[in-house]
């Protein structure tokens, strides 16, 4: 099986920064995404990395999402944080392209979330 384990969340002044991070399991993957979900919202598309990056418009020049692949772990930089980015926020692993990356079809495996919660 693939294990997906996030950490770094946490409470948050808005204007701060967090870095998010992703330790997986040894088996080499297509990419990696991070989404989130908010109090009554969907989970949404945040970025993925897999050689190139991609990025939702929300969080575009704020958020980077990076790879360290000697440690199998994927980080998300998050700066300039506003409360509206407030959210459980998820890593999930897929293992071919699917046709996009921006829909929680598009990934075999999840972890179990970390709350970021952004203060005013």
């Known amino acids: 099986q693939v294990q997906l384990v996030e950490s770094g969340g946490g409470l948050v002044q808005a204007g701060g920064s967090l870095r998010l991070s992703c330790a997986s399991s040894g088996r080499t993957k297509y990419g990696m995404g991070w989404f989130r979900q908010a109090p009554g919202k969907e989970r949404e598309f945040v970025a993925w990395?897999?050689?190139?990056?991609y990025y939702a418009d929300s969080v575009k020049g704020r958020y980077t999402i990076s790879r360290d692949n000697a440690k199998n772990t994927v980080y998300l930089q998050m700066n300039s944080l506003k409360p509206e980015d407030t959210a459980i926020y998820y890593c999930?692993?897929?293992?071919?392209?699917?046709?996009?990356?921006?829909?929680?079809?598009?990934?075999?495996?999840w972890g179990q979330g970390t709350q970021v919660t952004v203060s005013s």
């Open positions: 990395s897999g050689g190139s990056t």
């Open positions: 999930a692993a897929n293992f071919y392209y699917s046709g996009s990356v921006y829909y929680v079809h598009d990934y075999d495996y």
